[in-house]
């Protein structure tokens, strides 16, 4: 009779305590200062907490970009990506596609978080309720923006 092994995984269970530590880093971390529709204009829109944004930001020899929705919403969100490509992202910057996030989010220096505090950062994103909000389409270099966008400069 064959043995059967099951993979080991590495998935975290998230408790209150994690759930609490994740909404915190995602404060200190400002997540919502990009990633709330209006937050870049002073006035957060009520009911969309980190829904992704209208606004974008142009960056050179990239084009402009809009921070995306951070809920676990299926078609607009974070819904298919599990806690730990959201830690991978948030550390390498490298999305589950394997495409690289723009060079506007400080992935860098959020690659320095205790495998805690990432896993808590996933969880407490996980638990968010999901918000249907698609943001603008990235436009390339040379291309007209879809919608506004602050103008990133270089040194």
């Known amino acids: 009779m064959p043995i059967l092994i ?5 998935a975290v269970h998230a ?3 994690m759930i609490k530590r994740g909404e915190y880093l995602s404060k200190i971390m400002d997540c919502t200062g990009c ?3 209006d937050a870049m204009m002073g ?3 009520p009911g ?3 829904a992704g944004s209208k606004i974008g930001f142009g960056i050179p020899q990239v084009g402009v970009v809009y921070p995306p929705n951070l809920t676990p919403d299926t078609e607009t969100g974070l819904g298919s990506w ?3 490509d959201i830690v991978t992202a948030v550390r390498t910057g490298v999305r589950p596609d394997g495409r690289q996030l723009a060079p506007v989010m400080p992935w860098p220096s959020y690659s320095a978080l205790t495998d805690e505090d ?3 950062l996933a969880a407490y994103l996980k638990t968010l309720p999901p ?3 698609a943001v603008p389409r990235m436009a390339g270099p040379g291309e007209k923006p879809p919608a506004p966008y602050l103008t990133v400069t270089g040194g």
Do not use: I, Q
């Open 6 to 10: 099951a993979p080991l995984t590495t």
């Open 48 to 50: 969309m907490l980190l």
């Open 118 to 120: 990432a896993h808590s």
């Open 43 to 45: 006035k957060p829109e």
């Open 131 to 133: 918000v249907s909000n």
């Open 15 to 17: 408790n209150d305590d």
């Open 35 to 37: 990633h709330t529709p």
């Open 82 to 84: 599990s806690e730990a």
